[in-house]
């Protein structure tokens, strides 16, 4: 299913124009009118390329992120930002109540400016997030991915790393923050590189857990080779919003 999205809201160049003509091109009206399907199932959302919708849904963002900073009141920051989600495929509580279909697993850092359903414009029920400092492959991280391959069939997984990334900072240095957070930058200091700077850092980090995904899982392994499973590493820039796969 392909999904009615704002692409040509947020593509066409908002940081073309000044912020009045960013507002007045994103208020909320749509072109075309949506119906319902007779039925209605957690199934209904998904697209036909995941990896094809996150891409998109993250330059409707980082659109809007770039608008926002023409603004020249805290209201409206707000109604830029605010006019996210417009078209997305919203399905009823009932629906989600039952049952659940993620058309994608997202591996990402705990980091409070990196929230994936907010970068990937994207509604309740089409992601299924897991979040650690530093994205890193954690035992019950693997373990819940393997949930929303096996049970839940999401067919793709993302390992996002993002810029000035704090928990790969703490791995580069030799200062201790406490044991437990030093078990857990382990895997992150294993993936560093001698003369590496911050960014390259977090994209090699991003880039060797998703490796290390399909190694450690046999579950994530045999979908990966029977071609029902995609693993990308990504890396989201927060300065200017956008994601790029690596």
């Known amino acids: 299913m392909t999904l009615n999205r704002r692409s040509f809201l947020f593509r066409s160049g908002l940081n073309a124009f000044g912020l009045a003509a960013a507002m007045q091109l994103i208020k909320p009206a749509k072109a075309e009118a949506a119906f319902l399907a007779p039925k ?40 830029v930002m605010s006019n996210l989600w417009l078209d997305n495929c919203f399905l009823p509580a009932s629906v989600l109540e039952e049952s659940q279909s993620p058309w994608a697993s997202i591996l990402s850092c705990a980091d409070s400016r990196v929230a994936p359903e907010w970068i990937f414009d994207a509604a309740a029920g089409d992601l299924f997030v897991v979040r650690s400092a530093g994205n890193t492959p954690f035992n019950e991280g693997i373990a819940s991915l393997e949930f929303g391959v096996a049970v839940l069939k999401t067919p793709l997984i993302l390992v996002l790393g993002h ?35 911050l960014e390259n850092a977090v994209k090699n980090n991003a880039s060797a857990t998703a490796q290390q995904l399909s190694t450690r899982s046999d579950v994530l392994a045999n ?5 029902n499973l995609q693993i990308v590493a990504g890396y989201f820039d927060i300065a200017s919003g956008k994601v790029s796969i690596i």
């Open 40 to 79: 209605e199932s957690a199934r209904s959302c998904r697209p036909d390329d995941s990896l094809t919708a996150l891409i998109e849904g993250n330059a409707r963002f980082a659109a809007a992120w770039q608008a926002k900073n023409k603004a020249t009141s805290l209201n409206d920051r707000a109604q």
């Open 163 to 197: 810029s000035n990334c704090g928990a790969v900072k703490a791995a580069r240095s030799s200062h201790s923050l406490t044991p437990l957070f030093d078990q857990l930058i382990m895997p992150i200091r294993a993936n560093l590189v001698p003369g590496n700077n």
């Open 223 to 227: 979908a990966v080779q029977m071609g």
